[in-house]
């Protein structure tokens, strides 16, 4: 296995946080991704190491795993239980079954590369030790899904394209801006016969709807002409669920809020239960006002002033 320095990958220091990995890595999948270029090797081969390189450094134990052993870093229990220091480039423990040490297998001066083979001699398929091939999972992936605020009312299913790879899902209504849902065994898979890991998808969900979305909760303002506000009446509203008629009180106010029961964003993974749909009314007053018109209004005026 080729060493793959992760940091270069994503292009941030050793010193990186978690936040600037994760910035790093969200720009680098979008620019990247294969839904943005088709049929294009070289941009899914990056795709696949930001994946792998996210993977590593966002999980800490990972991260201090692949700081102390480089690309051997799966094996870093195993090198523990065995003495081994990457420092010293030795090993302390002999094998159970006879006083020769680990370094008598090669010198004792192993390189990065030349440690791969020999854990593999030993515990992989150049051969058997007592304990048998070890088994390993494979890597989880991490990818995103954008969608748009209405997508995310109703239950639908997506092809997405991971790793190469097409899969089809389902997406519950309701789910929110950030959350992650994990599909079990579509990672990359594992050695010898190891599970398969996971796939964990981050959803962005775009809001270029009228509605602010707060939880299970939408708020939307209201424009009420000037006529409706004074004498009352009925209007209509729009929701995700189609045009809902409401009646106006006469004398109105601007800012005056109203609650539709019901009529909110899906509960997540609860059938048939929603969240409520709060209107604000903003007053409309009317323009390009007509002779006739102008002569009412100070009609109007007149008679609340000699009130």
Do not use: C
């Not at 209405?150 to 790793?163: D, I, R």
């Not at 899902?169 to 801006?177: D, L, S, Y």
């Not at 981050?202 to 979305?213: P, V, Y």
Request: glycine share 8%.
């Amino acid at each position: 296995m080729d060493y793959i320095d992760y940091y270069k990958v994503l292009d941030i220091t050793k010193s990186a946080t978690e936040a600037e990995i994760k910035k790093a890595y969200r720009k680098l999948a979008r620019k990247y991704h294969p839904d943005l270029n088709p049929n294009d090797k070289e941009a899914e081969k990056k795709f696949k190491e930001i994946n792998e390189a996210n993977e590593v450094l966002s999980n800490s134990e990972n991260r201090k795993k692949y700081d102390k052993y480089g690309k051997d870093w799966k094996h870093a229990d195993e090198f523990e239980k065995a003495g081994y220091d990457p420092n010293q480039q030795q090993y302390s423990r002999q094998q159970q079954s006879g006083n020769q040490s680990y370094s008598d297998f090669g010198g004792g001066d192993f390189s990065g590369s030349d440690f791969s083979d020999f854990f593999n001699s030993m515990y992989g398929s150049g051969g058997r030790s007592s304990r048998g091939q070890a088994k390993y999972r494979g890597q989880d992936f991490n990818a995103e899904l954008q969608l748009d605020l209405a997508s995310a009312y109703t239950t639908h299913k997506q092809n997405l394209t991971v790793n190469g790879k097409n899969i089809r899902i389902t997406i519950p209504a309701g789910v929110e801006n950030g959350q992650i849902i994990k599909i079990p065994n579509h990672g990359a898979p594992g050695a010898n016969d190891g599970p398969n890991g996971d796939l964990y998808i981050t959803f962005l969900i775009d809001n270029n709807s009228d509605f602010k979305r707060e939880g299970n909760n939408l708020y939307a303002d209201v424009d009420l002409d000037l006529y409706t506000a004074i004498l009352g009446g009925e209007i209509y509203v729009n929701t995700f669920d189609g045009k809902v008629k409401i009646k106006v009180a006469p004398e109105t106010q601007p800012g005056t809020k109203v609650k539709l029961k019901g009529k909110g964003f899906p509960v997540y993974k609860k059938d048939n239960q929603f969240g409520d749909l709060y209107i604000t009314y903003t007053l409309k007053l009317p323009t390009k006002l007509s002779a006739k018109e102008k002569e009412l209004f100070e009609e109007l005026a007149k008679l609340r002033n000699h009130e």
